[in-house]
């Protein structure tokens, strides 16, 4: 169920963030079940927030196998909701994340290879195989762009000391709670430059490129770099490092947040259009909407592959 303590920041429904940890648990459990190895979140992809959940509603998330590799693990995870009055389960939102099994070192290790018994097993399978080139192709485009002090958009930093409550069970901050943090900074950007009433329709592109060790310093960088007529693209940044060197920190993991004003009437209403003024602004413009058209053709999965029976 979800409680008051999953409730973004608007006070009406649940955060992105909570849904994300939600995801990862699931997929975490069903990749260690998979593999009998520890695992690490290597991406989460497109994820649509498109059925707001409300603090009280009965939440289901199922997690599957849909296709591995040598050591990566593709795990679909949908999210099904519901009044808890009506049992009547709806979807809320889908995602594929990739998983990498690790040995006792951290080091990738092989997992037994996942092999389709239906038609929609292949359907499944197919989809996550299609995912593959499209997702090597937006993580260029964003590890491509550079991010300075000579951007001027609107900006928000939290800095603060990943606490033990953050780890796995290896012993680093979890996938699922860097994600939340990465919501919790995009919120923050979107409600400074619209209101409070923000919520989040997609997050998508969440690379997660090395570990958060515990009591390490992390930085978590949110820059509003595209605006379309009712939606604020909000690209996020975390890095992390050891406090001996807060100068030195690496990055850690990237996102794309995609963010939209809800009005009184419940539906998204017009932003302010964001000013450019620095090249910096211009080529970050540039790679939103680069990412725009990367992400066009990845349809959603239809629902009926992966609802319950």
Known sequence: ???????????????????????????????????ASDTVTAYVGNVHFTRPIKPGNLVEVHARIIHTGRTSMHVLVAVETTDVRARDYSPATHCILVFVAVDETGKPREVPTWTPRSDVDRSLQQNARARLEPRKRIQSVMRAAEYTDDGTTPRTVFRFLAAPADANWGGNAHGGTVMRWIDEAAFATAAGWSSETAVAVYSGGIHFYRPIHIGHIVEVDARLIHTGHRSMHISVRVRSGSPRNPHDLQLTTACMSIFVAIGPDGYAEPVTPLTLITAEDEALDEQARALIALRAPLAMMPVELFRRP
């Open 1 to 35: 169920m979800a409680v008051p303590q999953d409730v973004a920041a608007s006070g009406a429904t649940v955060a992105a963030g909570s849904v994300l940890e939600w995801i990862d648990k699931a997929a975490y459990a069903c990749a260690v079940g998979w593999s």
